[in-house]
Nanobody, 125 residues
Framework: QVQLVESGGGLAQAGGSLRLSCTASGRTLSSFNMGWFRQAPGKEREFVSGIGWNGPITGYADSVKGRFTISGDSAKNTVFLQMASLKPDDTAVYYC??????????????????WGQGTQVTVSS
């Protein structure tokens, strides 16, 4: 079992930056592939970015590629999502998720077993 806690959300202006953190307890994150997902009001949850510790490997949704960067600190058992050049369309609740380690980044939320409670990101125009 692993517990995930997100932090770092808040209000930002368009063009600004935020950094989200996801800290795990109960298991070491190196045992898992990690993903960030988001869900805007009235929309389905969507994949944002993922990381696997083999390599490491990373993956991004086209909508955030070049603007968001995922990274991890195994010593702190924490995964980060650095978000830059934010747009109002990035407004959503952002969730951290974990799944057993694999050699590819999976984008389907159904493949993830553990989820954090979410953190709100609001980008104003």
């Amino acid at each position: 079992q692993v517990q995930l806690v997100e932090s770092g959300g808040g209000l930002a202006q368009a063009g600004g930056s935020l950094r989200l953190s996801c800290t795990a307890s109960g298991r070491t994150l190196s045992s898992f592939n990690m993903g960030w997902f988001r869900q805007a009001p009235g929309k389905e949850r969507e994949f944002v970015s993922g990381i696997g510790w083999n390599g490491p490997i990373t993956g991004y949704a086209d909508s955030v590629k070049g603007r968001f960067t995922i990274s991890g600190d195994s010593a702190k058992n924490t995964v980060f999502l650095q978000m830059a050049s934010l747009k109002p369309d990035d407004t959503a609740v952002y969730y951290c998720a974990a799944r057993p380690r694999s050699n590819i980044v999976l984008v389907d939320s159904r493949h993830y077993n553990y989820w954090g409670q979410g953190t709100q990101v609001t980008v104003s125009s």
